[in-house]
């Protein structure tokens, strides 16, 4: 039997009607666009600009920027960012002199904000946006056509199976329809066989994953550009008003605007750590929270609540961590004639994880010598927790067992008028002097709770009270959250069916032989090879064999014809790409 020929020129494979009858069944599988620009002319202007975007919207440029934003990003893990630790950022170019400036010139002190981080972002948004556009028509159009018709001839199909039966065509049709709808197929009658589609959902996952993907970059640059985030260090019985000067430090992204803070306010009544006591783990946390009192807005009620570590409290899109903790002695200080000039809890500062905490204990205003001299104070503290006889340089545990609080005072100058910055944990000792005890040696003491430290030549007292604990709370506020983890995991849900689903289609073809009995035919084409098409349409042949059994061959003796409920199988047919 001869081929005929299609469409040839010279130098080029003649394509056989067979083939171009099977490319046209397989016709959209897929949405990808398909390049019209792969041969053709010389291309003018337009046609390098339609070159270029069909390679920015293609699959692969994607995969590319997704790649390149994900490497882009480990600098910014990497090395201190401007925007988040100045400090950090300041001490690496100090310590890095050769190599900072070229850092400065990448930008890599403020990797998400860089020019070449911009682009990459900007250009995979695009990419984005131009792949699923072209694709989601294409698809809303496939999905209001019908499957095409039934190859010429089934058995170039993948997956192939046939028999002989004594039931109509038209019977035989009718059955194969309602199979394949009640097998939620989408499927119809065209001449004389049955088409039927399905696994629309691989391409709706496919779509999916992109959309995710780009409300993710949405959700992503609103949190970045709308975002708050400070910390505030809170002592047991003090508050909190969410207001920009009541932070102990505050960033927020270019968009911010301070009247964006929600209105809130809380108080810190008790904080509650508990510890491992025995075994290996001992000094092990097991327990951190917070017992606080909040209400939202001026006139809101007081609410209780407990924060704990990754359990943070939310209101409205604020949420309050629990980052960190501490202690707090409670320190008197008196001068020369027993008047209180300083009182209050010093937060400190702890140094390893048994909580050995250190700290600045500066009276400011109001202190007098024994000559009646105006003075200032500072006060180098060294807290421990539980102390141990022989460890006098750390704690032995986290707890309050045994607090001993180590006190060396400084009179003199704290360098707090001449208007340059310091922390409020860090003693300027340039304009300080020492006090000497009765030996001449440097005063330094170690005090317990109750206790009280005097100050040579009558120069006052200081008292250690007692102890509170305080605790540090991150209040963020980033907007566009929800959205972000709802494109992950539409994302993942996307991904898996466009990963698992498989695009397929069916035909069944009846139609009465030359010897007068019904021959059918059933075909299956997937959009990739897999063993899910054979055995998919080995189970709808089986069902349809039910009801149109095999006739008889008319060659065969009587004797050897197999019994009514051998069913048929369906196999790769001949000559079908493996």
């Not at 270029?52 to 790649?67: C, D, E, I």
């Not at 000039?341 to 010093?346: G, K, M, P, T």
Request: proline letters at 6%.
């Amino acid at each position: 039997m001869s081929k005929s020929t299609v469409g040839t020129s010279p130098g080029e494979t003649p394509v056989t009607s067979d083939e171009q009858d099977l490319g046209a069944a397989g016709s959209q599988l897929s949405t990808a666009p398909v390049d019209t620009l792969a041969s053709g002319p010389a291309l003018g202007i337009v046609g390098w600009a339609r070159w270029f975007w069909r390679q920015l919207t293609s699959m692969r440029v994607a995969l590319l920027l997704l790649l390149m934003l994900a490497l882009g990003a480990i600098p910014g893990s990497l090395i201190p960012q401007s925007g988040t630790d100045e400090t950090k950022v300041a001490e690496f170019r100090k310590a890095h002199g050769t190599i900072a400036p070229v850092y400065d010139r990448l930008g890599l002190f403020h990797v998400y904000s860089s020019v070449w981080f911009s682009a990459i972002y900007i250009l995979l948004f695009v990419s984005l946006i131009g792949c699923i556009v072209p694709r989601t028509w294409q698809f809303v159009g496939q999905l209001r056509s019908r499957p095409p018709g039934a190859p010429k001839r089934l058995t170039r199909l993948p997956a192939y199976t046939t028999w002989r039966t004594d039931a109509e065509p038209e019977q035989v049709r009718e059955a194969a329809l309602g199979l394949l709808r009640r097998r939620r197929f989408r499927a119809h009658l065209v001449g004389d066989a049955v088409a039927g589609e399905k696994g629309y959902l691989r391409e709706v996952g496919n779509l999916t994953f992109h959309i995710a993907l780009i409300v993710m970059l949405i959700a992503f640059a609103c949190g970045q550009l709308y975002k708050a985030e400070g910390n505030k260090l809170v002592v047991e019985g003090d508050g909190f008003s969410n207001t920009l000067t009541q932070y102990n430090d505050f960033k927020s992204g270019n968009l911010f605007d301070t009247d964006d803070l929600n209105p809130f306010s809380f108080t810190l009544d008790k904080f509650t750590g508990t510890y491992e006591t025995t075994g290996p783990n001992t000094g092990t946390a097991r327990t951190f929270q917070s017992a606080i009192t909040y209400s939202v807005g001026a006139y809101g009620k007081d609410r209780k609540a407990v924060v704990k570590v990754n359990h943070p409290l939310e209101i409205d899109d604020s949420k309050i961590y629990l980052t960190a903790h501490g202690y707090a002695p409670v320190i008197t200080v008196r001068d020369a004639k027993g008047k209180v000039v300083y009182r209050d809890a010093v937060p400190l500062l702890p140094l390893d994880s048994n909580i050995t905490s250190s700290g600045v204990i500066k009276v400011l205003d109001g202190y007098r010598d024994a000559k009646g001299v105006a003075e200032q104070l500072g006060i180098s503290a060294f807290f421990l927790p539980t102390y141990t006889p022989g460890s006098e340089a750390a704690s032995t545990f986290p707890s309050l067992r045994n607090p001993v609080l180590n006190l060396t005072p400084y009179h003199g100058d704290l360098g707090v008028d001449s208007g340059i910055p310091q922390s409020v944990y860090q003693l300027d000792k340039s304009h300080m002097k020492e006090f000497k005890d009765s030996k001449g040696a440097q005063l330094r003491e170690n005090l317990k709770p109750g206790e009280t430290m005097t100050l040579p030549n009558g120069a006052g007292s200081v008292t250690y009270e007692a102890t509170k604990e305080w605790a540090n709370f991150q209040v963020t506020q980033q907007p566009a959250s929800g959205w972000a983890l709802g494109g992950a995991i539409a994302a993942i849900f996307g991904l898996a069916g466009s990963l698992f689903l498989q695009r397929r289609r069916v035909w069944v073809r009846a139609a009465r032989g030359a010897d007068g009995v019904t021959v059918v035919e059933m075909g299956g084409l997937g959009r990739s090879e897999s063993a899910k098409v054979p055995e998919e349409l080995g189970d709808l042949a089986a069902i349809l064999y039910d009801r149109a059994p095999s006739a008889p061959d008319p060659d065969t003796p009587a004797s050897s014809v197999p019994p009514a409920s051998s069913e048929p199988e369906a196999v790769p047919a001949e000559g079908a790409e493996k």
